[in-house]
């Protein structure tokens, strides 16, 4: 079957994966878009699937009713399905999880069209081990590899359930990348290298605040005695 696509991202580690998707052999035509600006522009009619690759903005109903819309999660715990997934999991000292891909579903009471679908298809191990730029390079394979899956298998998918829990890790905001020294006395090195490493570029970078100023930390290294 050959099928019409677009394929929505703007981060560097996604659009890496656009290629892949291109030269798959079950895609007739792969549009990019960068934008939702781009995306509205579209006549939908002309395309069967939106793949969306470390999208973070609403789509909106206007969209998720007119095509199936797909996306990569990068957790398996459903307490990391509302934000900062790969930043929350590190911090709570997660070293493997999941990489799936899941359906996009229009929240009616919320008027969003969100990740917490809780159906996905296919699934890999992500290893959230070494630095934030290794995490990054390893989703672009990742990615390319379940797109290929769901592509080989589309329109036979067979969907699952991730099982709701009642624990809920918030999406952070740029000010949670601070610590004061009072913070730092609370710390052992391995919990202060899981949250700085977590805020490596292209995140806003950890820091730590005195009254002099505030110093970041771009880069970080961990020894294990």
Aim: glycine content about 4%; aromatic content about 12%.
């Amino acid at each position: 079957m050959s099928i019409n696509v677009v394929f929505l991202a703007y981060r560097d580690w996604s659009i890496k994966v656009f290629p892949a998707i291109q030269k798959h052999p079950n895609v007739n035509r792969c549009l990019l878009c960068t934008t939702n600006d781009e995306l509205r522009k579209l006549n939908l009619a002309d395309f069967d699937l939106l793949i969306t690759c470390g999208w973070s903005e609403e789509i909106g109903e206007a969209v998720s009713d007119r095509i199936l819309i797909i996306g990569v999660h990068c957790a398996e715990l459903d307490r990391y399905s509302y934000g900062s997934p790969l930043q929350n999991q590190i911090i709570d000292g997660v070293r493997y999880t999941k990489h799936r891909i899941f359906k996009f579903t229009y929240d009616k009471n919320s008027k969003r069209a969100h990740t917490h679908s809780r159906e996905y298809s296919h699934e890999v191990t992500l290893d959230l081990s070494g630095s934030m730029e290794d995490i990054l390079y390893q989703m672009t394979a990742t990615s390319i590899t379940l797109f290929s899956m769901f592509l080989d298998d589309y329109p036979k998918v067979t969907w699952k359930t991730w099982a709701e829990e009642t624990i809920v890790r918030p999406k952070r905001i740029p000010s949670d990348s601070r610590l004061t020294k009072e913070d730092l006395l609370h710390m052992n090195t391995e919990e202060l290298y899981n949250f700085f490493r977590c805020l490596e570029d292209p995140y806003p970078n950890g820091y730590i605040e005195d009254d002099k100023g505030q110093l970041f930390i771009r880069n970080v290294v961990f020894k294990r005695k």
